[in-house]
């Protein structure tokens, strides 16, 4: 099915690791962002990417990194884990034109560090 | 900058009429979007206005934007027990490059049998 698709879905780390959650969609979409969403503080945006080749900070960028060498993926990276990262993350993209479709979002990745 | 603002519970019998309020502060917003997220997954676009509508009713659902006041609610006829969900406000301004929403802490609507 099209969509947006994140993995993994649940994911435990210790603190220094480092890892990178992934995210696919297949819709052809130009923009790509992650948020991370906290108990009782909504949405908020880490990076996001307006097309191929094109990232830019969003509203608490620090601890991550992200890449667009595709349209189609858009990965994640945490470069050393720290329990103040637990949290969940969504994926979403949605068409440069066309704002009337809102944007889809994945599953969500939960992501606790200890 | 912007900032959203939303309660952030509501509780509502089953068959009553529930009504979700948020503000928002960027008056160039030109889109303004209600989201729904069940436990467990993702945020799916439930219905959106534009900034020079007054209202938008879609089924069970009504939109009402009072742009003087910067306020957006979110209507929902004869609620029913799946929509029990987290309810996301979203506004955004087209800047002429990149345009990302924001989105207020969302709103908890339990409801009761």
């Known amino acids: 099915n099209a969509g947006v698709t994140q993995t993994p879905k649940f994911q435990v780390l210790k603190t220094g690791q480092s890892m990178t959650l992934q995210c696919a969609q297949d819709?052809?979409?130009?923009?790509m962002s992650w948020y991370r969403q906290d108990p009782g503080m909504g949405l908020r945006l880490i990076h996001y990417?307006?097309?191929?080749?094109?990232?830019d900070q969003g509203e608490v960028p620090n601890g991550y990194n992200v890449s667009r060498s595709t349209t189609e993926d858009f990965p994640l990276r945490l470069l050393s884990a720290a329990p103040s990262q637990t949290s969940v993350y969504f994926c979403?993209?949605?068409?440069?034109?066309?704002?009337?479709?809102?944007?889809?979002f994945g599953q969500g990745t939960r992501l606790t560090v200890v | 900058g912007e900032d959203v603002e939303q309660s952030l519970f509501l509780s509502v019998r089953e068959g009553d009429s529930s009504v979700i309020n948020c503000t928002y502060t960027?008056?160039?917003?030109?889109?303004l979007y209600w989201y729904k997220q069940e436990p467990g997954a993702g945020l799916q676009l439930l219905t959106y206005i534009f900034s020079n509508m007054d209202m938008k009713q879609d089924q069970r659902l009504t939109v009402l934007l009072n742009k003087k006041d910067k306020h957006l609610s979110l209507r929902i006829a004869d609620t029913q027990t799946g929509d029990s969900a987290i309810y996301f406000c979203?506004?955004?301004?087209?800047?002429?490059?990149?345009?990302?929403?924001?989105f207020g802490r969302g709103t908890s609507l339990i409801v009761h049998p």
């Open positions: 979403a993209s949605r068409k440069k034109i066309g704002r009337l479709s809102g944007a889809f």
């Open positions: 960027d008056s160039s917003s030109t889109y």
């Open positions: 979203a506004e955004g301004a087209y800047d002429g490059g990149s345009y990302i929403p924001t």
């Open positions: 990417s307006v097309g191929a080749g094109i990232t």
């Open positions: 819709m052809n979409h130009e923009y």
